[in-house]
């Protein structure tokens, strides 16, 4: 298997760009577990945590206990365990100049900023779908998905124009962001993504999600 990039980064809220354009602007976040036992669901399934508050902590127990509930405890810990989530004020200025509000420069773990550098702040419902779209990226480098997705799903989903362009307008250079995407959109827009990229949600379905259909309708 080639060396897959580790450096996934992606800018949101370039106000040039005002259309919603990723599964965290657009997905169903009722669709999103909620926790009842924070501490509990995290050692579970092995995620660590770093700066994290603890509506933070809620936010990534709430979505952990969504994969498990998809899948099983076995198979949560499979696509989440060994993640580190970092959780920041500022991350860093993009170099495109619009907001950083993720990133994963450091393999297995990731970064999450709670505002940008110009101060906007990011809400907690946008970080949410943040969060699992970064999961994504970090379940496809820990179980070398991305070239298995390229290679089996020929037709691509354009369920979000992030599947194919940075916010700035460029064309991703491969298919990792569209991976996240649609990861992120069988979690919390299922419905939709199984009706417009099919060959999609069935690879998720069947090499995550241990063949259980999306409980986001
Ligand atoms: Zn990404």
Known sequence: MKTLPLIIMLTIFNPIFAKPHMIAELGDLSCIEKSTNVKKQLSEVNIKTTGASRSEKKLLANVTETIEKLTNQQQAETILGGLTVNFKDVLRSHSSGGCLPAHQLVPKQI??????????????????????????????????????????????????????????????????????????????????????????????????????ESLCR
């Open 111 to 212: 970064s999450i900023g709670r505002k940008c550098a110009n101060g906007y702040e990011i809400k907690l419902q946008l970080q949410e779908g943040i969060v699992i779209h970064e999961i994504g990226h970090f379940v496809a480098n820990k179980l070398g998905l991305y070239s298995k997705y390229t290679n089996q799903v020929s037709r691509r989903c354009r369920l979000t124009s992030y599947m194919r362009f940075t916010r700035t307008g460029r064309k991703h250079k491969n298919r990792n962001e569209e991976f996240a995407e649609v990861f992120a959109a069988y979690l919390i827009y299922g419905k939709k993504l199984k009706r417009s990229c099919k060959k999609s949600y069935e690879f998720m379905r069947k090499n995550l999600f241990l063949g259980t």
